[in-house]
């Protein structure tokens, strides 16, 4: 129960690395908000995982929905003291200068602005209660990237640059600020990292991998719990790969 008594919300926590945070932390003790732009499969995890699971529909790019979002949970919780800023949203590979306008503004409202919705959203709360742990689920795409994947990529490095500002200026507030690196992962988002999902993509992306295999939810929920834990109050601003050894 590395989490007893903590309140944590983790977006995109309906699916993959996200849903696999959700429920290492609400076994380890914590009450957890499932925030996510799908609101059915939040409602049916929250359903699934029983007391202490909280749904809830935010669309983490836009500003009066992560303010719902952070009303709504401190009404139930009282206080926040984890945020995972795990929701993230990738564009097709392409040559750079063709992907879309469209495209790249949902890469850059999901994968950036929000981190910025968030903490607008939740820091005030956080400094004036003197504690609190933010996490960032960025990817090692920040910090060695591949082709084609170019604008997802630099959301990712933005991503990890943002975490260390954010722990550096913080810290003296007790607020802690870390973020992972996954590398590529079993979840319904891989297809769109590979473009199409065939044994010889899997192969080759599988080749970049020293441990040999994908990443796992299990993999992201065990970092996290050691990130969001008071286990970890001496780690601030650190982005932990957590890649079989992907960006040696
Ligand atoms: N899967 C990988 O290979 C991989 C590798 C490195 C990093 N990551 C990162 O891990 C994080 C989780 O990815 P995943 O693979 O679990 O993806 P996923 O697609 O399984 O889950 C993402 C979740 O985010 C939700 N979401 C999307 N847009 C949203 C929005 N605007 N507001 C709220 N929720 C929204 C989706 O509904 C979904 O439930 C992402 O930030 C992703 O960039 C994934």
Request: proline letters at 4%.
């Amino acid at each position: 129960m590395r989490l007893e008594g903590k309140t944590a919300i983790v977006t995109g926590g309906a699916s993959g690395f996200g849903a696999g945070i959700v429920q290492k932390f609400q076994a380890e003790g914590a009450r957890v908000m499932i925030a996510d732009i799908n609101g059915d499969a939040a409602a049916e995890m929250a359903a699934q995982l029983g007391a202490g699971a909280l749904a809830h529909q935010v669309d983490v790019g836009d500003g009066a929905s992560v303010q719902r979002m952070a009303d709504t949970a401190l009404t139930a919780f009282g206080a926040l003291d984890i945020l995972v800023n795990n929701a993230g949203v990738t564009h097709l590979p392409t040559p750079l200068e063709n992907v879309t306008e469209d495209d790249f503004d949902r890469v850059f409202n999901v994968n950036m602005k929000s981190v910025y919705l968030t903490a607008r959203a939740f820091v005030p709360h956080m400094k004036a209660r003197g504690a609190g742990a933010i996490l960032n689920v960025a990817s090692t795409a920040g910090l060695s990237p591949r082709p084609n994947l170019n604008w997802y990529n630099a959301s990712k490095g933005w991503m990890i640059t943002a975490t260390k500002t954010m722990a550096v200026e913080l810290a003296p507030t007790g607020i802690r600020v870390n973020a992972i690196c996954p590398v590529a992962g079993e979840t319904p988002l891989l297809k769109s990292f590979m473009g199409e999902d065939t044994p010889e993509i899997r192969a080759k992306f599988l080749a970049t991998i020293p441990l040999g295999r994908f990443s796992t939810p299990e993999d992201m929920a065990n970092a996290a719990c050691f990130l969001c834990s008071d286990e970890a109050s001496m780690i601030t601003g650190t982005a932990l790969e957590v890649d079989g050894g992907r960006c040696i």
